[in-house]
């Protein structure tokens, strides 16, 4: 069961901009462990989009952008494109009694309309 | 350019151990942390563990009676096992190496990832 909550699925037209929510706690987000955003196209690996709460890897578009608050962090997409319909994943670390480990949110998928 | 390639047999049987290799080529298993990452059909991703170069591990609580990593640093490779297997278990296991600063394992992120194999548990 993961600890990072997304909503199942956002969608939106061409162009408009939509925004995916990770809601962690304080033994996770809430701790100050950095946030990290990945997109999975349809039967391929996962790819990293935003790393270290806010930061791009070479190549993904500015397009893409992330933001991080309290226990949540968000993923912004703005510009909306027929190529962003994907699943996208936040991934944290968390640390508790039972130990200390990386964590994935629950995933979100985004359609365009 | 790094890239991993995962290996293992597709199909396991109920109760027995689930073992895969991870091969990495452009670059030396020792300079990084890799990890095991897995994701049932149709569901989400799941960590599974970490090993260093030089031995360290760390597992993921809810697996980690069953988990065991290793390196294999003559063939840059790096394996997972996973025991006493059920059909829970069934999912594209990817490995990944780790991005980040070696002395802060707590914010690392993945890149790049192998393209995954499924492992389906069944009789």
């Known amino acids: 069961q993961s600890v990072l909550t997304q909503p199942p699925s956002v969608s939106g037209a061409p162009g408009q901009r939509v925004t995916i929510s990770c809601t962690g706690s304080?033994?996770?987000?809430?701790?100050?462990?950095?946030v990290h955003w990945y997109q999975q196209l349809p039967g391929t690996a996962p790819k990293p989009l935003i790393y270290g709460n806010n930061n791009r890897p070479s190549g993904v578009p500015d397009r893409f952008s992330g933001s991080q608050s309290g226990t949540s962090a968000s993923l912004a997409i703005t510009g909306l494109q027929a190529e962003d319909e994907a699943d996208y994943y936040c991934?944290?670390?968390?640390?508790?009694?039972?130990?200390?480990?990386?964590?994935f949110g629950t995933g979100t998928k985004v359609t365009v309309l | 350019q790094v890239q991993l390639q995962e290996s293992g047999p597709g199909l396991v049987k109920p109760s027995e151990t689930l073992s895969l290799t991870c091969t990495v080529s452009g670059d030396s298993i020792r300079s990084y942390y890799w990890s095991w990452i897995r994701q049932p059909p149709g569901k989400g991703l799941e960590w599974i563990g970490y090993?260093?170069?030089?031995?360290?591990?760390n597992y993921d609580p809810s697996l980690k009676s069953r988990v065991t990593m290793s390196l294999e640093t003559s063939k840059n490779q790096f394996s997972l096992s996973l025991t006493s297997v059920t059909a829970a278990d069934t999912a594209v296991y990817y490995c990944?190496?780790?991005?980040?600063?070696?002395?802060?394992?707590?914010?690392?992120?993945?890149?790049?990832w192998g393209q995954g194999i499924l492992v389906t548990v069944s009789s």
């Open positions: 304080s033994s996770n987000i809430g701790a100050g462990y950095d």
């Open positions: 991934q944290s670390y968390d640390s508790t009694l039972s130990g200390f480990h990386f964590v």
């Open positions: 090993i260093f170069y030089h031995g360290s591990t």
């Open positions: 990944a190496r780790h991005v980040g600063s070696s002395f802060w394992v707590r914010g690392h992120w993945f890149d790049p």
